[in-house]
């Protein structure tokens, strides 16, 4: 089955820097890869999602690279605010919405203002 | 967007008795539904995939005896934890989907399971 490994397991940044979170995986047939955000004692937030015709998709601070080749994806957040502080999860799916999700291990990233 | 809403949000329980989790999808009809667990500062683990009128595919290690998962509508899901033990405390976390319906998975906002 998939396995998704995910690093650093924590980030400390300096407010207004940038945070980077990668994520490799080991199914080739996985072609679709979102982030999440996760907060205290609430259930993941879909914050951006890519699928695997595509290498590169941004939404304002937000980013994420996609390297099939290589097996990984990446997280880019720029402009870090305090509000950004959270624990953040990849995925990685075989076929949107039919199957099922495998998480990475999480990232508790600490914006410092 | 979609939303799915997940109650209760916090139970306490005493060992031996059983809890109901109830996931509803309120705009539109979910026909998979994930369950998955999470333990503190742990990723979420697939517990079972549920398609709706069809029996739930449990995963590796997860006893279906002990969470029972019914599917019967395509805008409800529960998964009920039968004679609860401690070590079944948890935040249980929904997840639904319809193939093709572009908010792809949605989640709902966890139900924090304490077995006392």
């Known amino acids: 089955g998939e396995n998704v490994e995910q690093h650093p397991s924590t980030l400390s940044v300096q407010e207004g820097d940038s945070a980077v979170i990668k994520c490799t995986y080991s199914?080739?047939?996985?072609?679709?890869f979102p982030w999440y955000k996760q907060e205290l004692g609430k259930g993941p937030q879909l914050i951006i999602d890519?699928?695997?015709?595509?290498g590169e998709k941004k939404d304002q601070r937000i980013a994420v690279t996609l390297n099939k080749t290589a097996k990984h994806f990446s997280l880019h957040i720029t402009e870090t605010q305090p509000e950004d502080s959270a624990v953040y999860f990849c995925?990685?799916?075989?076929?949107?919405?039919?199957?099922?999700?495998?998480f990475g291990t999480g990232t508790r990233l600490t914006i410092i203002p | 967007g979609a939303v799915v809403s997940q109650h209760p949000s916090r139970v306490i329980c005493k060992s031996g008795t059983s809890v109901k989790i109830e996931c509803r999808s309120l705009?539109?009809?979910?026909?998979?539904m994930f369950w998955y667990r999470q333990f503190p500062k742990q990723s979420l683990m697939l517990m079972a995939t549920?398609?709706?009128?069809?029996?739930?595919?449990?995963e590796q290690g997860v006893e279906k005896d002990k969470f029972l998962i019914n599917h019967a509508s395509l805008t409800l899901s529960t998964l009920t934890v039968t004679s609860a033990h401690p070590e079944d405390s948890s935040f249980y976390i929904c997840?639904?989907?319809?193939?093709?319906?572009?908010?792809?998975?949605?989640f709902g906002s966890g139900t924090r399971l304490t077995v006392v």
């Open positions: 549920s398609n709706e009128g069809s029996k739930a595919t449990y």
């Open positions: 890519i699928r695997s015709n595509v």
């Open positions: 995925a990685a799916s075989r076929n949107f919405g039919n199957e099922k999700l495998t």
């Open positions: 705009d539109f009809q979910a026909t998979t």
């Open positions: 997840s639904a989907s319809l193939q093709g319906y572009s908010d792809g998975y949605t």
């Open positions: 199914d080739s047939a996985s072609n679709y």
